[in-house]
Each structure stands twice: as structure tokens, then as C-alpha cells.
């Protein structure tokens, strides 16, 4: 069973750009900092975060992510001048060198383990996706088949059904 914190780190990665990702103040607020200062500790090291690691979203990317979070209020209500930092599973780990708290380290091991377990799920879910196309074409293909034999059948019975014809006599005849 997971624990706890696992299950509440999941709801906090979302998707954005096609990567699996999670928020500045998310990731604030589990380290137990303010926002402005994890950003502080990434500027003073941006070395340790390229591109694929941190991204800042846009600001029509905040708020279509805005829009379709159900916890606007907290997220929105924060006085935020700028748009926020998203960090990849690697930004993430990365963060662990800059932010060097027992805490941190703690929720660092846990975000990991989540980031672990919906990777072994997608697979999971892709492997099963896959067997169910391999039965699917296995069952096409076992209709196709017996429909044919099916149909056949079928003649064969309306054709006993139906009134035999008239059949011609060949050879003599004999008298009435």
C-alpha cells in the first residue's frame, strides 16, 4: 500500500509541454520554504538546471493550467508577479543539491518513489493496451472465420428447408 505522502505528491505532478512536471510553490511548500527562496537557491545554481530539468511557464500556459486546476483559489490567491518555475523529475532530483535539509531530503526520496511508480504504472497500463489489441485482432480474426462456416451452415439448413424442386426422371418410364 502507498503511503500517504506518495498518493498527496501525485496529485501535485501534473503534465505540461508533454512532460510530467510539478510547481515551484508545490515543491516550496513540501520542502517547507517559501517559494522566493527555492527560486533563489535554482538562480544562484541555474548551471544545474537546463532547459530540461526547470522551464518557466507562459502566461497562457498559467492560465490554461489555472483554468483546469480545481484549487484556483490557493494557487491563484498567492500574489505571484511572475509566472511559475516547473520542475522535471531530473529538476527535481537536481533540487537536492541545492536545497540540503533533513526535510528535503526526506520529501526529495518520496518525490522520486512517485515519479518511480508512474513510470512502472504507464507500463503497466501500455503492456496491458497491447494485449488487449493482440486479443482483439485474435477475435476478428476467430469471427471472420467461423462466420464463413456460420454462413455456410445456415445455407445448407434454409436450402433443406426450402421445397425440394421438381426433380426430371432419367431413363424409362414405366406405365401408370
Known amino acids: 500500500m502507498e503511503s500517504q505522502e506518495i498518493v498527496h505528491i501525485r496529485n501535485l505532478i501534473y503534465e505540461i509541454r508533454g512532460q510530467k512536471v510539478m510547481l515551484d510553490s508545490d515543491l516550496a511548500e513540501l520542502y517547507g520554504v517559501p517559494t522566493h527562496r527555492l527560486n533563489e537557491a535554482v538562480k544562484r545554481n541555474i548551471r544545474r538546471f537546463p532547459d530540461d530539468f526547470l522551464f518557466q511557464l507562459t502566461g497562457d500556459e498559467w492560465k490554461l493550467f489555472l483554468r483546469s486546476q480545481f484549487a484556483i483559489s490557493k494557487i491563484s490567491h498567492g500574489g505571484r508577479r511572475y509566472t511559475p518555475f516547473v520542475f522535471t523529475e531530473q ?31 504507464v507500463n503497466s497500463q501500455n503492456k496491458t493496451d497491447e494485449q488487449i489489441a493482440e486479443l482483439r485482432k485474435l477475435l476478428m480474426l476467430y469471427i471472420e472465420k467461423n462466420d464463413k462456416r456460420i454462413n455456410e451452415i445456415i445455407i445448407a439448413l434454409n436450402n433443406l428447408i426450402e421445397k425440394p424442386k421438381e426433380t426430371r426422371t432419367i431413363g424409362f418410364r414405366t406405365g401408370k
Open 91 to 121: 529538476g527535481i532530483s537536481m533540487l537536492s543539491s541545492v536545497i540540503n535539509s533533513d526535510r528535503a531530503i526526506d520529501v526529495n526520496i518520496n518525490i522520486m518513489r512517485t515519479f518511480v511508480n508512474l513510470r512502472h504504472y
